[in-house]
């Protein structure tokens, strides 16, 4: 079966879209650095590390920096962006990450409780989700691991459909945590694990 390694990003800075910009784009934070690198150390002495034909992440900047180390520590291809990858809140002007939300806040209430915030076109972000993903394991070798450093929107949406569950962002997801997905040939889904932290040690 070909193995999806669904990787959340590192711990981003708060932003604000740039002038021009379709929206804010944050970089990883130090800590995040920190959890990339542990996540690619990591990654590298996996007993599936040789099995890794394709690294991918989604277009956001925090997936494609959290992804840059274990690619120069693997010596792997430029990972492909895939934009179908990208967070739910890609586009909105001003983000803040987990620690710095305000409770009060009605889309972080939203999200604590599992669903998506009110602006969210559930459905549509649900379907983008899955073609993309699903794309990505059609494409590999049997046997083959895809790594695909992307969001917590995103693994969970996917993790929730596979499942039959109904709310959306049911799992907490650490950064740089690691769920796991068994696709087989037929296209048949299998989550094998969700939420992997081992390489993070003294920092969850």
């Known amino acids: 079966m070909t193995q999806l390694l669904l990787v959340r990003h590192a711990e981003p800075l708060a932003a604000t879209a740039e002038p ?9 934070s130090a800590r995040g650095e920190e959890q990339a690198d542990r996540f690619a150390k990591w990654l590298a002495g996996a007993p599936d ?19 840059a180390p274990a690619v120069r520590l693997l010596g792997a291809p430029e990972p492909a962006a895939v934009e179908d990858l990208c967070e739910f809140d ?4 001003s983000y803040r990450p987990v ?3 305000d409770d009060a806040d009605e889309d972080w209430q939203a999200i604590r409780a599992g669903v998506f915030p009110a602006y969210v076109d559930g459905p ?17 070798d049997p046997r083959a691991t895809a790594v695909v450093v992307c969001h917590a ?17 049911t799992f907490p997801l650490h950064h740089t945590s690691v769920t796991r997905v068994l696709v087989s040939r037929s ?6 694990s969700v939420n992997e932290t081992q390489h993070l040690a003294g920092m969850v």
Not at 124 to 140: E, G, H, K
Not at 153 to 169: D, H, K, M, Q, S
Not at 187 to 192: A, F
């Open 187 to 192: 296209g048949t889904r299998r989550v094998s």
């Open 49 to 67: 590390r040789d099995g890794v034909a394709e690294i991918v992440t989604s277009t956001m900047r925090r997936a494609r920096e959290s992804a």
């Open 124 to 140: 549509a972000f649900t379907a983008r989700v899955l073609a993309a993903l699903d794309a990505i394991a059609a494409r590999q």
């Open 99 to 101: 620690h710095l939300r």
């Open 90 to 93: 890609a586009g909105r002007a």
């Open 153 to 169: 929107g995103v693994i969970n949406t996917y993790v929730a459909a596979i499942l039959g569950i109904e709310r959306p962002l």
């Open 20 to 28: 021009g910009a379709a929206g804010a784009d944050p970089a990883i």
